[in-house]
């Protein structure tokens, strides 16, 4: 997993581009390619639990994997739950810590039976409580995680959480949403643990999120390990009608409950300066393309972050942008080289670079403009219609100056 330090700025990345301004590296590509706004919210739920990869990377690294005991009697997990601590059956007020043994414990009896290794759980006091095993049902040895906690009940946060991701930065065979009885959202995600698919490790999750923000996060894979361990089976172990079995378990929800509450962030949504308003910034950058370039796809309405698919007649290209309004700290020039600095004292950077997604041969231009009041705007043309899929053509079908005429248009200034 990531430094702290790096978990930090994609989380800090991902929440700007779509709802926030901010100040970042200027020279990481990351920037726009992090307009994976539609996609990082995976990133961002894995970063939950980040302490899987410490127990279950080791089998990648080649460590010996130990048989575990039998699973008890076999169990289905649409069976009715199982207390795993007497801690959860207190109320929330008074409930004690759950351990990450309890969680452990919760998520052994609540898989079907099988055999354990590489246990692993970090209890309710922890910022990151999880629990993660190596599951074997027969059919090959398959880590499985459990994660846990709270977002603002009934916000943006919750939403985007249970929102299936954009196909254009995320690969996947299937997704679907849905609304349980007690209004619970719902989201499995059928997809791969590599965007660019070079190694063909599935990644199956199922998120829910409760009326009161409690977030349940299951993952799967097939193979004992999320990266760098061989793939073990066609496919994970439970099935999508079990992954939401067992994301809704009720035990989870009351280890959610035993989590502290930290009083200065319960309500409050990950937020900061607004970004542009007006019309969705897809709908701005419809307007400002130049002629014979036909829209065969663009991102759904948002005023901060949008991307459109774009074909002259010789092949896709993915063409996203990024707004923001106010950049803390950002007045007075851009963070990295700077190609020009316009009349008005608005710096233009423009760059082209092979991408960091590891496909080859992937060419992207990108123009960054840094206006004095603080408010940028970042483009970048792709020569393929998606960050991770092959080029459809030699280079992107917009110049650097029509990229640079693009960002530096009036339209993207606030209205008002």
Request: aromatic share 4%; proline share 8%; glycine share 12%.
């Amino acid at each position: 997993m990531p430094p702290e330090d790096h978990d930090h700025f994609e989380d800090q990345l991902a929440a700007a581009l779509r709802h926030t301004g901010g100040a970042f590296e200027a020279d990481r590509h990351t920037l726009v390619i992090g307009g994976e706004a539609h996609g990082r919210r995976i990133r961002r739920r894995r970063a939950t639990v980040a302490g899987c990869a410490a127990g279950v990377a080791l089998v990648g690294l080649g460590a010996a994997l130990l048989p575990g005991g039998a699973g008890g009697e076999q169990r289905s997990v649409a069976a009715p739950p199982v207390t795993s601590s007497s801690a959860l059956s207190h109320s929330p007020r008074q409930r004690p810590v759950v351990t990450g043994d309890d969680l452990v414990r919760t998520l052994k009896k609540l898989l079907p039976g099988g055999r354990f290794s590489h246990e692993e759980g970090r209890g309710t006091d922890s910022r990151m409580p999880l629990a993660q095993v190596v599951y074997d049902d027969g059919g090959g040895k398959a880590a499985v995680a459990v994660s846990l906690s709270r977002v603002p009940a009934g916000g943006q946060q919750a939403a985007q959480v249970t929102e299936c991701p954009d196909r254009v930065y995320v690969p996947y065979d299937a997704c679907t949403r849905s609304t349980l009885s007690d209004g619970s959202r719902l989201m499995v995600l059928q997809g791969y643990e590599y965007p660019d698919r070079r190694v063909d490790t599935k990644l199956w999750t199922a998120d829910l999120v409760t009326r009161s923000g409690q977030h349940i996060s299951v993952q799967e894979w097939n193979a004992a390990a999320e990266k760098g361990a061989p793939i073990t089976r066609d496919r994970p172990p439970l099935s999508p009608s079990r992954l939401k079995a067992l994301v809704g378990a009720r035990e989870w929800r009351a280890a959610v409950d035993a989590i502290p509450v930290d009083p200065s962030k319960a309500a409050v949504e990950p937020g900061g300066t607004p970004l542009a308003s007006g019309r969705p910034v897809s709908g701005t950058l419809v307007s400002l393309l130049p002629k014979g370039l036909h829209v065969v796809s663009k991102s759904a309405a948002d005023p901060g972050f949008g991307y459109l698919v774009l074909d002259d007649g010789l092949g896709a290209s993915l063409v996203q942008v990024n707004v923001q309004t106010s950049v803390p700290g950002g007045e007075g020039g851009a963070l990295g080289p700077v190609t020009r600095t316009l009349p008005d004292g608005t710096t233009v950077d423009m760059r082209q670079s092979g991408g960091d997604k590891g496909v080859e041969g992937t060419v992207v231009r990108t123009v960054d403009v840094r206006r004095p009041d603080g408010s940028r705007v970042v483009i970048s043309a792709f020569n393929s219609g998606t960050q991770h899929t092959s080029p459809t053509r030699p280079l992107p079908p917009l110049t650097m100056r029509q990229l640079e005429a693009i960002a530096t248009s009036p339209k993207w200034h606030p209205i008002g």
